[in-house]
């Protein structure tokens, strides 16, 4: 911990995309008294957040919750559905697409990472990592597969690593279209409770989530969503499973509990965040972060800076991917802003370390809270000698003063 005397004043901006900044209403929360999980209090509270995560996720069906993070989320989802050289079909659209592929590696599955192919000759930097998944190329691959060997197809709905949402919706379309039958699993682990996720209309078989990011929680717990498809399929699986078994957790979860010691005090807090979310409604939340992503996004074109995502019909309404011009070291950017003015900024990750820093803009936030971070970069550029071709911190101000907030979504916040 650090020392007190060693804190700065006023509060840390935290604006990388998860951990995201939390709400005070839900540190709070979790500061009640830890109760017995196996009471009759408890079932309340179990039920409770189950039904409310079955909202978020829209969905009928069961929600698991695990003690465990996001990571744990995805080896649940591939332990509880395949089988020992299964193969499944992932899309690689950045890091975590890439850590879920390796994953799939270390669970003795045999992934296909399909991407987009080649270089941006602007900036250097992969394709694959400017680019949500292509829906034509997961089609013309899954209808070579006549033999329907590729047991699942893998997308990241919010790829955190570079700003760039997925259409999960054309996705379900392309499988169906190649008639093939391979399940759909979709990492929504920074996007739920940020950008919209409909896991019963788009027929996703498992949805993986976490807390610390749009729920605005704390790290420390993760979901599966599940489809009456993916429990079938994980009767007839035979990777081992113990810990992330959705079997034994599920059918206790009937009555509120859980077969093992659920995170009591993180149940608090996200009961907390679902009163924050619904009572706000799924809608107005969406809006609220799509507006924040057009606000920091109108930021850096006026600054001249390369959005990471260069499809603007995928931009994010989590994170902002700014690539640094030729020479400028992102990470030597980001050390000198938090350095000097206590803001921490997202790294880039793998193939596009140093390159370019990432803006969350998700959690406890605001339109201010906004202003100040882009002040925080803005005059990091000018430290660092980059010459910006405008102000961002004036494009933003412009763009909130002349869009203001519905009145509706200021209400719950
Ligand atoms: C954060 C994140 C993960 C990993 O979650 P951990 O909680 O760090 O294990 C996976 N996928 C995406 C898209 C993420 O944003």
């Not at 950045?94 to 270089?119: C, D, M, Y």
Request: hydrophobic share 45%.
């Amino acid at each position: 911990m650090i020392a007190l005397d060693q804190h700065p004043s006023g509060r840390h901006f935290l604006q990388i995309p998860g951990p995201s900044p939390v709400p005070d209403r839900i540190l709070r929360a979790m500061s009640l008294p830890t109760i017995d999980h196996r009471g009759p209090e408890f079932a309340v509270l179990g039920k409770r957040v189950i039904s409310g995560m079955q909202q978020v996720f829209q969905t009928r069906h069961p929600v698991v919750i695990y003690a465990g993070s996001g990571t744990g989320a995805w080896e649940a989802a591939l332990s509880n559905l395949m089988s020992p050289g299964d193969a499944v079909l992932m899309f690689e659209t950045g890091q975590f697409a890439s850590l879920w592929h390796r994953i799939a590696l270390r669970l003795g599955l045999k992934p296909e990472f399909l991407g987009v192919p080649g270089t941006d000759p602007a900036t250097g930097l992969p394709w694959s990592w400017r680019r949500p998944a292509q829906p034509d190329l997961i089609e013309a691959r899954l209808r070579q597969d006549r033999g329907h060997a590729i047991r699942a197809v893998c997308v990241v709905h919010s790829e955190t690593s570079t700003g760039t949402i997925s259409d999960i919706a054309a996705v379900r379309r392309a499988i169906d279209a190649a008639g093939h039958p391979a399940l759909l699993l979709v990492d929504t682990i920074s996007g739920l409770g940020c950008a919209d996720y409909r896991h019963d209309e788009w027929g996703v078989d498992v949805a993986m989530a976490g807390s610390q990011k749009g729920l605005m929680m704390p790290p420390g717990i993760s979901f599966n969503a599940l489809s009456p498809k993916a429990i079938e399929a994980s009767k007839a699986a035979t990777l081992p499973r113990a810990y992330w078994a959705w079997d034994e957790i599920v059918e206790m979860n009937k009555g509120g509990y859980w077969p093992s010691t659920p995170n009591t005090n993180l149940l608090y807090a996200l009961s907390e965040a679902l009163d924050m979310i619904l009572g706000q409604g799924l809608a107005a939340v969406f809006a609220r972060h799509q507006r924040w992503g057009e606000a920091v996004r109108g930021a850096v074109r006026a600054w001249g800076l390369p959005i990471q995502c260069a499809d603007a019909s995928a931009h994010s309404p989590v994170l902002t991917g700014v690539v640094t011009p030729a020479g400028i070291d992102a990470d030597a950017l980001r050390k000198l802003i938090h350095e000097r003015f206590d803001l921490s900024l997202g790294t880039g990750l793998g193939k596009v370390k140093g390159r370019m820093f990432r803006i969350g803009h998700l959690g406890d936030s605001n339109d201010l809270t906004l202003m100040a971070a882009l002040s925080g970069v803005e005059m990091g550029l000018k430290l660092a000698g980059v010459g910006t071709a405008g102000s961002g911190v004036q494009a933003a101000m412009d763009f909130f003063a002349s869009h203001p907030q519905q009145p509706a979504l200021q209400a719950a916040a």
